[in-house]
């Protein structure tokens, strides 16, 4: 084990989460909300969605984060050495806020072959109760029950998907996080969070990863996933190599596979290897880039002006 206790890896195969464990100072998490903030600034507002999600692939910072040893050390404990980021995303809730979460379990939208996926969620500001901290019913991640898209607006989740069964809000366990903390979750996990009756904002950065075994099985035909880890990527193809720096995908390959799988004709910088490095040093020197337009293929954040 690199940093959690075998008490620590059997309680969150029993619940499905465990908390708290300091990955950042409250130092360094204030860094990074700076970083965050000045960009909102520079930008005129909160992030819209295609900044909020993989945030990874755009700003060196981010890219940093999802590499740190000791968000790496724990998440390994639970799934081993050879570990690609899935995904990420900001889930930031204003100061006196109306958006919440509605319960859900991550692993009904997101077409990976497995449900081994941890969720670290890292806080930036403080999760308490009253700013709407997340809540995790513990032992809900052994099996997955039906969704229903309600598309509320102060939803923080894309289209308000929501649990259809009943659940047991009297078992919930409050997910508290000082700034610099981090939590981890199953991706089965029933979890949800209400509304920031605070005076601060509630920011976290939730991080998706996953071994290098499990496999996209629906959704776009090719993901962006960045190497976090180890050495052996069978199928991915993830954007970094082994525990190193990110590299460019190969515009050949990807174009070859997705014909070979007599798949539609990719918008035109799914064709072309993804430039990395330019916009996020622009970012991370805070000069202005040009606007982001997600693309049309779920999950990609490429610049489709590119
Ligand atoms: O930040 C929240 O309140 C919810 C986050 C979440 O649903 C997740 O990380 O899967």
Redesign the pocket.
């Known amino acids: 084990m690199k940093t959690l206790s075998p008490d620590a890896v059997a309680q969150y195969r029993r619940d499905g989460f465990y908390f708290p464990l300091r990955v950042l100072s409250p130092e360094e998490a204030a860094e990074y909300r700076a970083r965050l903030e000045a960009i909102e600034r520079e930008r005129g507002g909160p992030l819209g969605g295609e900044l909020r999600h993989k945030g990874h692939l755009l700003f060196t910072w981010l890219d940093r984060l999802i590499r740190h040893p000791r968000i790496l050390d724990a998440v390994e404990d639970l799934l081993g050495p050879n570990l690609l980021c899935w995904s990420s ?1 900001f ?1 930031i809730k204003e100061a006196r806020d109306h958006a919440f ?1 509605s319960w ?1 379990q ?1 692993s009904t939208y997101w077409g990976l072959s497995e449900p081994d996926v941890v ?1 670290a ?1 890292v806080a930036l500001s403080e999760s308490s109760i009253e700013s ?1 901290a ?1 809540r995790m019913i513990p032992g809900t991640h052994t099996e997955q029950v039906a969704h229903r898209d309600t598309f509320a607006p102060e939803n ?1 989740l894309s289209r308000g998907q929501e649990i259809m069964v009943e659940v047991d809000e009297a078992r919930a366990v409050d997910v508290l996080l000082h700034p610099g903390e981090m939590s981890l ?1 199953h991706v089965r996990m029933f ?3 209400p509304p920031n009756r605070s005076a601060d904002r509630r920011i ?1 950065y ?1 991080i998706r990863y996953i071994p290098t075994h499990v496999r996209q099985v629906a959704g776009p035909p090719r993901q962006r996933h960045a190497g976090a880890r180890g050495g052996r990527v069978p199928a991915l193809r993830p954007r970094g190599g082994a525990g190193g720096r990110p590299r460019r995908l190969g515009a050949g390959a990807a174009r070859r596979d997705h014909e070979a799988a007599g798949r539609p004709a990719l918008p035109r910088h799914h064709r072309r290897a993804l430039p990395l490095g330019p916009d996020s040093q622009r970012m991370a020197t805070g000069a202005t880039v040009e606007p982001v337009k997600p693309c049309a293929f779920s999950g990609c954040m490429t610049n489709a002006n590119s």
Do not use: Q, R
């Open positions: 995303s889930f979460v859900h991550d969720t969620w709407g997340m923080l979750h979890h949800g969070s976290g939730a």
